[in-house]
């Protein structure tokens, strides 16, 4: 039996599944109408007993943040959603949007109106011109066919959807630094509290979700709490994207329930690329200390994977066999955190700058062995010191890949240089 | 604050290194610590300024209620709560190794040019390093570099390498002065302060940025490379360029005044000060100082003389004349005092006038019946305000501090502001002021038409003199609302002129001249049989006085004949009377003089200056061995050689002489109102003149400030849009405004602006309206496009 549960991608095989007549066709709209003809306490209650937690990465329960939205306060409210997917490894929102972005469009229609906004943006990273383009064309066709601006399918609810096309920065998937950032400013961190929901965009209380977290939603309306509830584990319910990606046979998105393990996903992917054996992987993208064989049947649900010392992230699921030199790899997302640093805090914005130094001097067998402890204690200093998580997850693999495997950074040091051979963890190694 | 608000106040006992220590709630822990002394290392944080908890270096352990954060948390941004226990480096390992690590992170990109940067001995990272970092550094890759330094303006200078991006310089500008000029570019370990490409930092509040700069990444152009900080002697001292009353610091080396800083004084200036009074000082040392006194021979030749010569010939001249006595508002508290007794016993006369410039019979009333002797609206009635009204008063260009005080309540709270005037301003749009905009001289009746309650403030600009009946009207919105109203001169001199008794209706401590009692009180302090009791003659009048032959000589003591309308007429009767002029440097004056006796300049000499609200602004000599000596005291010896001795050989002399006097509970001067005067009709190319000073412009006290120049606002015309299409212009054309003295071109500047007015400033380059067109306010003059 496939442990797959295909709900938002039940229908990406269809070639014309983004198309408002093609979601229609398998269901779609059906949900909002149904929501909106509820009380908006209702709706949230019914998120909150389905268990849905926020799929960007942190686990928080999506009904509950709904609830933090004061009422009867007379303010404008604002629901945000953060579809800046930028982090390494991570693939689940550009695909859903770019084969379903009605199902995000119902989404905002339902969560809107349970939190009382009016007004509902999509910040989306600015480099994915074809993913804006059809959630674009969406947002258009749900206008035109009277889903969103004035009287939303004659209920009499006002819904304005507004996409803003972010410059390309990996902080603004911050939730804060989104917030600025879509008021016009440079995306960093704010200080907290207040909280969003208290003071978020343009200082009113505002909700901000991942993209999959209200995607979730209109499903959970049609088939009620009980049904996700049915599927995952005790405190993650429901099912989830994995993101498969690296050295697999089939890399690509899968939607399961909570608590499948990376032994079962790669079973379903065709396993590792032929001939190879998984040597580490992260659970949830590049900010999430690295697991290794050792831990292919982890349960993959919030409470698993941090049991198991990492975190389920955005449940990118990066894969990478023997061949992969793992200093190299570390080397590559340290760079990636210190090029994105936003530059608010010391700790992120002078620790990464010093992270890569050493650890290109390592790759290239210029290091030392008290590197290592230099690293070590230098991510201490990092971690938990900066202002935001950015700083945390720019750790997360230079600890977990010291810990796992620090006979291979001496190998560096005392061969003087990689052991490697990095042409052969590239897929077109086995072609020649 | 009301004892009422006070206890109101809930206060939380936290325990901080194992010591409890009391705050009132909100308070945050690193300032509660700092209560018991512990100093918690910090660069981002400023009391002043909103926390962002940006560099944390100030990383604690906090435990609240039993369950202790996993982390260390930023004390700057966090307040006190009940049961809160918090451990700084004193007690927590953790948090001293997190400290240290953020230290050794900021030093890591820090270049080591201690010894050549201006900062080096002042320095909060050079001492936080010492105190709570590692002695040696591990990190030894490649530093950060930029090239250095730029100018973000001509005033102020980054070394964007030595920058730790603290960001308190772009909340300073944003939050304080509302200026956002700079601001944080790029990310990551390049992130850097800057400005818009062709937009330079011409805040007129930049220079508190490069004092608040925790690094030395913002300098003073001027500053620059000049001293180490542990060569300067630094003296406490007030600012003499405007009647806000600046607490300041001088800073001198080897007898010359090298920089001045904002100094501590909530209720004034809280931390902050203009940069006029920050970079305007080098008048003191400027080419056309003064230093020997001068005597005109028999040739008509000014020629250097010595100091008994001098007095002789000043005596002299002055002996059983009639003389009057012109003191400007740039002299000091003491000083004037000098003056006012000087005239009363050596010339016995009451024609004395403090006022040089623009001002009115109206005023003179107004200030003796309801200024003088009276202390009663201070800055924190600005905080408790419900409405603030500004009359004839802009202030950020005339009184920057009373505008940061606005804004802040501005900005805290909301306050409203309300300007009665003719053009609106950068400060009108910074406060979201109502703007009543009136044609010149309608001004009166726009005030009469304002409803203020007994919680309002009325701050009353010393041009309302310029505007027939301005100030009645304020009075009488004042005394039906019940709002406390306030006089603002611009210099800082005049409000202690004033006390001083340098008008020609008062004596000292507001005694009117008029009241026998007055004059029997002043008399018997002053050990003489009587005092002259018919009041005396205003500045204009003392001017039309010397041309008519009513009187022969003139003691004048910082007064430019610029400041005065008329001036080539002010020139032309000085040059026929006997004229004693006490200057700091060349002047128009001096220059037609018949002595000339040089005085000591505030860095020079003790004395103090009353600002707006009465409130003493004592200061020392920042230069300890100056040869020169204040006006006192060389009115003293004038008067000794004359034989009339006012007894008045040291500053302290003057000031117990003005504390002994005490407080005058007799009758006031009465005032009697003045009815509201109208713009007169401007038709076709006819408009109504209005203008006032700008902070930084030609002022006397500026001069030789070419950094501080740099950062001037543009010189413009400012007509209405409906005047610039009549006139046939848009913005950035040449106009001409003239009368049948004279014209001024300039480019203009369509903006908010009454349609009758045309607005210039008045003592700008290319645009001084007393000189040019001797008219400032409410007179017709011709705009036409040049």
């Known amino acids: 039996m496939s442990k797959l549960t295909p709900v938002l991608s039940a229908h990406w095989d269809e070639k014309d599944s983004f198309t408002i007549d093609a979601y229609k066709r398998n269901g779609g709209y059906a949900a909002a109408p149904k929501a909106l003809a509820m009380d908006p306490d209702a709706v949230i209650q019914l998120v909150k007993d389905s268990g849905l937690r926020g799929r960007g990465g942190a686990g928080f329960p999506t009904g509950m943040k709904w609830g933090f939205i004061p009422q009867g306060d007379n303010k404008e409210h604002y629901l945000v959603v953060n579809a800046d997917e930028s982090e390494p490894g991570t693939c689940k929102d550009m695909p859903l949007l770019m084969a379903n972005p009605h199902v995000l469009v119902e989404g905002v229609i339902i969560a809107a109106y349970a939190i009382r906004a009016k007004n509902a943006f999509i910040y989306i990273r600015g480099e994915v011109t074809h993913v804006a383009r059809r959630l674009n064309k969406a947002i258009a066709d749900a206008y035109k066919a009277g889903y969103l601006g004035k009287n939303v399918f004659g209920t009499g609810h006002d819904i304005d959807l507004v996409l803003h096309i972010g410059a390309g920065a990996y902080i603004c998937g911050e939730e804060t630094a989104l917030l600025d950032s879509l008021e016009g400013f440079r995306g960093q961190p704010r200080l907290r509290p207040p909280f969003p929901a208290i003071a978020g965009l343009y200082a009113r209380p505002t909700v901000v979700n991942n993209v999959e977290s209200i995607s979730a939603v209109p499903a959970i309306v049609n088939n009620g709490p009980e049904w996700y509830q049915s599927m995952g584990t005790e405190k993650s319910k429901g099912a989830t994207l994995y993101s498969l990606s690296g050295h697999v046979n089939n890399p690509g998105q899968f939607e399961a329930p909570l608590g499948i393990t990376l032994r079962e996903i790669l079973e379903l992917a065709g396993g590792v690329r032929n001939g190879h054996q998984l040597k580490f992987w992260t659970p949830g993208g590049s900010s999430t200390p690295l697991f290794t064989a050792e831990h292919l049947d982890v349960p993959l649900d919030y409470e698993g994977v941090s049991a198991a010392g990492s975190m389920l992230g955005t449940k990118a699921l990066q894969i990478f066999d023997e061949t992969t030199c793992v200093v190299r790899a570390v080397l590559r997302w340290t760079e990636f955190y210190k090029h994105e640093s936003c530059g608010k805090c010391t700790p992120c914005r002078e620790g990464t700058w010093w992270l890569v130094q050493i650890l290109r001097d390592l790759e290239a067998g210029k290091g030392t062995e008290a590197d290592l402890q230099k690293l070590l204690d230098l991510c201490d200093n990092i971690l938990g010191r900066s202002f935001c998580a950015l700083g945390d997850g720019a750790t997360s693999s230079i600890t977990s890949s010291i810990k796992l495997f620090r006979d291979e950074y001496i190998a560096h040091v005392t061969g003087g240089g990689c052991p490697f051979d990095p042409a052969k963890s590239t897929l077109f190694a086995e072609a020649k | ?786």
């Not at chain 2, 020392?620 to 050989?649: F, H, K, P, Q, T």
């Not at chain 2, 412009?697 to 005047?723: F, H, K, Y």
Request: aromatic content about 6%; charged content about 20%; proline content about 5%.
């Open chain 2, 1 to 786: 604050m009301t004892t009422q608000e006070v206890t109101q106040v809930e206060m939380i006992t936290v325990v901080i290194d194992g010591f409890e220590v009391t705050v009132p709630k909100g308070t945050l822990v690193i300032r509660a610590a700092e209560k018991l002394g512990i100093q918690i290392p910090r660069f981002c944080d400023h009391p002043l300024l909103d926390p962002v908890g940006a560099c944390r270096q100030c990383l604690v352990d906090v435990e609240i209620n039993g369950r202790a954060f996993p982390k260390p948390q930023a004390s700057c941004t966090i307040p006190v709560e009940p049961n809160m226990i918090v451990k700084t480096q004193l007690t927590s390992p953790v948090a001293d190794k997190a400290q240290k690590g953020v230290m050794e992170l900021l030093l890591g990109n820090h270049p080591l040019d201690c010894p050549v940067c201006d900062k080096g001995g002042e320095c909060p990272l050079q001492n936080q390093a010492m105190s709570n970092g590692n002695a040696e550094s591990r990190l030894t890759g490649y530093k950060r570099t930029f090239e250095k330094p730029i100018n973000i303006s001509s005033q102020v200078l980054l070394d964007r390498e030595r920058c730790v991006l603290c960001a308190r310089c772009t909340r300073f500008s944003n939050q304080i002065a509302s200026d956002p000029f700079i601001t944080l570019n790029h990310r990551g370990a390049l992130q850097q302060v800057g400005i818009y490409e062709n937009d330079p930092f011409n805040s007129y509040f930049s220079g508190n940025t490069v004092q608040i700069c925790p690094v030395g990444a913002l300098t003073g152009a001027s500053y620059r490379f000049r001293a180490r900080p542990f060569d300067l002697v630094s003296t406490p001292s007030a600012c003499e360029h405007c009647a806000s009353g600046c607490d300041m610091r001088t800073d001198v080396r080897r007898g010359k005044t090298l920089r001045r800083l904002a100094g501590d004084d909530a209720a004034v200036n809280e931390e902050w000060n203009c940069d006029k009074g920050r970079w305007a000082f080098k008048y003191v040392t400027s080419t056309n100082r003064l230093s020997q006194p001068l005597v005109r021979n028999a040739e008509g030749v000014l020629v250097e003389a010595s100091w008994p010569e001098a007095l002789a010939a000043a005596a002299a001249g002055l002996k059983g004349k009639r003389a009057a006595v012109l003191t400007g508002g740039r002299v000091t508290a003491e000083d004037a005092y000098g003056y006012s007794k000087f005239a009363r016993i050596a010339l016995g006369t009451n024609d004395i006038d403090f006022r040089a410039r623009v001002s009115s019979a109206e005023e003179g009333e107004f200030l003796a019946a309801k200024v003088a002797g009276k202390f009663d609206v201070h800055y924190s009635d600005i905080d408790a305000a419900d409405h603030v009204l500004l009359v004839a008063f802009e202030p950020e260009e005339e009184s920057p501090i009373v505008f940061l005080r606005l804004n802040k309540n501005f900005k805290k709270r909301g306050l409203k502001v309300t300007s009665v005037a003719t053009k609106g301003s950068i400060a009108m749009d910074k406060l979201k002021a109502d703007f009543i905009k009136v044609a010149p001289g309608d001004e009166a009746a726009a005030v009469a038409g304002v409803s203020l309650t007994a919680k309002s403030v009325i701050l009353l600009g010393e041009r309302a003199s310029e505007s027939l009946g301005l100030i009645s009207a304020a009075v009488a919105l004042a005394e039906k609302s019940g709002a406390k109203l306030a006089w603002i001169p611009r210099r800082a001199g005049e409000r202690g002129a004033l006390e001083a008794g340098a008008l020609p209706t008062l004596l000292p401590g507001g005694r009117p001249v008029a009241d026998s009692a007055a004059r029997v009180d002043i008399a018997a302090a002053w050990g003489v049989d009587s005092l002259p009791s018919t009041p005396g003659r205003s500045t204009h009048q003392i001017i039309e006085a010397l041309g008519n032959d009513e009187l022969d000589a003139v003691v004048v003591g910082g007064v430019d004949a610029y400041d005065l309308r008329n001036s080539r007429k002010v020139l032309d009767v000085m040059k026929s009377a006997f004229v004693v002029s006490l200057e700091i440097a060349e002047s128009s004056i001096t220059s037609i003089a018949d002595v000339v006796l040089p005085v000591a300049a505030v860095t020079e000499k003790s004395g103090s200056f009353l600002n707006w609200e009465g409130r003493a602004r004592a200061f020392d000599a920042a230069v300890a061995d100056s040869l020169n000596r204040s006006d006192l005291r060389i009115l003293s010896a004038l008067a000794d050689a004359m034989g009339s001795s006012i007894s008045l050989g040291t500053v302290s002399a003057a000031a117990r002489e003005i504390a002994e006097l005490g407080k005058w509970d007799g009758a006031r001067v009465p005032f009697t109102p003045v009815a509201a005067g109208s713009a007169p009709a401007a038709s076709g190319s006819q408009a109504v003149l209005t203008s006032w000073r700008r902070l930084l412009d030609m002022g006397v006290m500026q001069r030789g400030e070419d950094n501080l120049a740099g950062t001037r606002r543009q010189t413009v015309a400012v007509i209405s849009p409906s005047r610039a299409t009549s006139v046939g212009v848009s913005t950035g054309d040449q106009v001409r405004i003239s009368n049948e003295i004279g014209s001024i071109t300039l480019p203009v500047l369509v903006e908010d602006i009454h349609d009758d007015a045309v607005w210039i400033p008045r003592n700008s380059f290319g645009s001084q309206a007393l000189t040019a067109l001797n008219a400032v306010h409410g007179e017709l003059v011709t705009v036409v496009k040049a």
